[in-house]
């Protein structure tokens, strides 16, 4: 008993000790988390169930499932914005970032983004073979996919790397409209990408969700453990957010 309230007692001053930023992101993964369990809980089931459904269908014309809504190039965007989530172009991404790290000699940043991507997309991997939902039928896909639905892999792991970097590269960044500019692109291109999954008919609404909401748990325990490695000095450190 006494041990249990000596943690308790230190968590809170540990607490009271941070940054704004620190409660923030410690308050984000705990409410990610929550959502995420509560999605997990009542998978495929009662109202969950239905919502996922009626926005499948609610994409599509009334008779026609194999047409979304909107006008011909809407389709055509939705396919280009998904490739953004996939581990192709992820992987290009994450290369290009590494190099630039490399050519500037951050080299502690670099191997930050290193296992901040590899461990998200391990993640993900994992997730997906021990839930093992299956991909919506209730209408055509206008993809191919092979994996399983839940968490939606797109989302997540756009938000992984999305949100991982532009955390990590705000870090680096001195001026505030640079760090709030980098912020603001990866939340737009992780919110798309995911909506992307849902207009193509590939995931449930709640795939998408589950995969941002585990997506930024990764992404605000990055950006946590980049803060207190820039604190001791292992990671380069210019500026604050």
Known sequence: MQIARGVVVTSARWLAQQEAAVLVAVLGVLLALLVFVKIAEGLGQ????????????????????????????LIEAARDITILGGRTMLLAVILSVVGYLALERKYGAMWLVVVAAGGGGLLSTVMKELFGRTRPDVVPHLVAVTSPSFPSGHS?????????????LARFATRRRTKAYLLTV?????FVIGASRVYLGVHYPTDVLAGWCAGLIWALLCWLVARYLQRRGTVERSGRI
Request: charged share 10%; glycine share 8%; net charge negative.
């Open 46 to 73: 009662g109202d969950l169930a239905n919502l996922d459904l009626w926005i499948l269908q609610l994409l599509r014309v009334p008779g026609d499932l194999h047409v979304p809504i909107g006008p011909p190039w």
């Open 156 to 168: 997540m792991l756009a938000a992984i790397l999305y949100l991982t970097l532009g955390a990590l």
């Open 186 to 190: 990866a939340l737009f291109a992780t």
